[in-house]
């Protein structure tokens, strides 16, 4: 266990449902073990199941909080896992629509993986941003004002906040490189 990211607080928002497995567990666990304070939040401080490849049930894992109970001045960084049930539920609940806004608002990062960016593009955050996700968002992406591309993980900085995406469970070591390197440089 390192330190590089001791008195950093991330907050990790997913659905109850459809979370793709790895999505959620490897960044909780890296960005743990350099040190950083994580809190996984649900609509429900109830079981999240979650999936291997959207279609395989895998592990439950109790959140750390419900969404009412987390405030965005509580944290460093926003991350939202993919797995394209929880994607399309959390851009539909209200709070998790008011969370992202709120990060990118106060001009702190968000991470989002593989389905993740379609909360980015239901809260109106992705004009003028260039982003990558899991392919099939692409037109999503680019409709709602964003700029599509297919790297591993992409940081876009415009307007006042920086956006990390990367495409899938294969990128996750860039994902999780670049949330704990735009971390250090806020430590």
Partial sequence: MSD?????????ITSNTGVERDELLVPQRELKEKGATVVHAAPKNEQVQTFEH????????QPDSAFDEVEV???????????????DKLR???????????????GKPIAAICHGPWLLVEAGLTPDKTLTSYFSLRTDVNNAG??????????SAEDGWALITSRNPDDLADFCGAIAEELTAKV
Avoid: M
């Avoid at 590089?4 to 990790?12: K, P, S």
């Avoid at 001045?73 to 994607?87: F, H, I, K």
């Avoid at 539909?92 to 106060?106: M, Q, S, Y």
């Avoid at 964003?146 to 940081?155: A, E, F, I, K, T």
């Fill in 4 to 12: 590089e990211l001791n008195g950093t607080r991330v907050l990790i």
């Fill in 54 to 61: 959207d279609t395989e049930k895998d592990v439950t894992v």
């Fill in 73 to 87: 001045d509580d944290y460093d960084v926003l991350v939202v896992p993919g797995g394209t049930v929880n994607a």
């Fill in 92 to 106: 539909a609940e209200d709070r998790a629509v008011e969370l992202a806004k709120g990060f990118a608002a106060a």
């Fill in 146 to 155: 964003g700029r599509w591309v297919d790297q591993p993980v992409v940081r």
